[in-house]
């Protein structure tokens, strides 16, 4: 089982993100447990501690300000105990991420607080679905299907087969999906997709929805993504997606 802790002083985003991650876990049936969800650096290092043998994931508000613990600092006391389980880090300020490096604490992710909580969580759930998988614990992330209507029949198709999804120029609400050794049009908004779709999927571009998991390569420079070594299935990455895209891919 993995277990997560999350460490925030600001009450409303603590219980928002423990909220959302026990939400997911159980909609998701993952083998995880919601820990810790505290703003008392001391409490989670007395909680390692006494259980040094579980596997973690760390959610840590990087701004935190306690008398004896800044965020990074807990940061630091951890990877003392515990020194290879994953670290992200909650911010307000993206330029903190340079401090984190002098400090050598290698986290995992950083996730840039926002006033809109479903990029936050969704970011969460990326992470959450990679330690798990850093774990060996595949197995327990129950296989998740896009299901979709045409001429009046319920389909389905398993996610982890899917590429992209592109929406048709000119025509916003038909949308090309990819998949291996398959293409097929829906009529739904590229919207829609993502909202029905898991933390795997990304808006690389205004009109193209990726699935990282099947990501081969990234090319910054000609801004395109691929899903095969021939490089036969690409889409484009807009400007402004890609730093974001790097580092989800990284």
Same mark, same amino acid.
């Given at each position: 089982?993995?277990?997560?802790?999350?460490?925030?002083?600001?009450?409303?985003?603590?219980?928002q993100v423990a909220t959302g991650i026990e939400a997911y876990v159980k909609f998701e049936n993952l083998d995880v447990n919601l820990?810790?969800?505290?703003?008392?650096?001391?409490?989670?290092?007395?909680?390692?501690?006494?259980?040094?043998?579980?596997?973690?994931?760390?959610?840590?508000?990087?701004d935190l300000a306690t008398e004896s613990y800044t965020g990074i600092d807990l940061a630091s006391e951890l990877r003392k105990l515990?020194?290879?389980?994953?670290?992200?880090?909650?911010?307000?300020?993206?330029?903190?991420?340079?401090?984190?490096?002098?400090?050598?604490?290698?986290?995992?992710?950083?996730?840039?607080?926002?006033? $809109? #909580?479903?990029?936050?969580?969704?970011?969460?759930? *990326?992470? +959450?679905? /990679?330690?798990?998988? !850093?774990?060996?614990? %595949?197995?327990?992330?129950?296989?998740?299907?896009?299901?979709?209507?045409?001429?009046?029949?319920?389909?389905?198709?398993?996610?982890?087969?899917?590429?992209?999804?592109?929406?048709?120029?000119?025509?916003?609400?038909?949308?090309?999906?990819?998949?291996?050794?398959?293409?097929?049009?829906?009529?739904?908004?590229?919207?829609?997709?993502?909202?029905?779709?898991?933390? $795997? #999927?990304?808006?690389?571009?205004?009109?193209?929805? *990726?699935? +990282?998991? /099947?990501?081969?390569? !990234?090319?910054?420079? %000609?801004?395109?993504?691929?899903?095969?070594?021939?490089?036969?299935?690409?889409?484009?990455?807009?400007?402004?997606?890609?730093?974001?895209?790097?580092?989800?891919?990284?």
């Amino acid at each position: 089982m993995l277990k997560v802790i999350v460490v925030d002083d600001q009450t409303e985003i603590l219980e928002q993100v423990a909220t959302g991650i026990e939400a997911y876990v159980k909609f998701e049936n993952l083998d995880v447990n919601l820990a810790l969800a505290t703003g008392d650096p001391q409490a989670v290092l007395t909680y390692v501690k006494k259980n040094p043998n579980d596997k973690y994931l760390f959610f840590l508000d990087i701004d935190l300000a306690t008398e004896s613990y800044t965020g990074i600092d807990l940061a630091s006391e951890l990877r003392k105990l515990l020194p290879y389980e994953a670290i992200v880090f909650l911010t307000s300020h993206e330029e903190l991420s340079l401090i984190v490096l002098e400090h050598r604490v290698l986290p995992l992710d950083y996730i840039v607080k926002q006033s $809109d #909580f479903t990029k936050v969580m969704k970011a969460v759930k *990326i992470d +959450l679905q /990679r330690t798990l998988k !850093l774990i060996g614990q %595949e197995s327990k992330v129950n296989k998740s299907y896009f299901t979709y209507v045409k001429r009046g029949r319920h389909y389905r198709i398993a996610t982890t087969d899917i590429y992209y999804f592109e929406a048709m120029p000119g025509s916003p609400h038909l949308i090309s999906l990819y998949a291996n050794n398959k293409r097929l049009n829906i009529r739904r908004s590229l919207s829609q997709i993502e909202e029905q779709l898991d933390a $795997d #999927f990304y808006r690389c571009h205004r009109g193209y929805l *990726i699935n +990282l998991a /099947r990501v081969v390569a !990234l090319d910054p420079v %000609e801004k395109m993504v691929y899903f095969d070594e021939e490089q036969t299935i690409a889409c484009p990455v807009a400007t402004r997606r890609l730093r974001d895209l790097k580092r989800k891919l990284t």
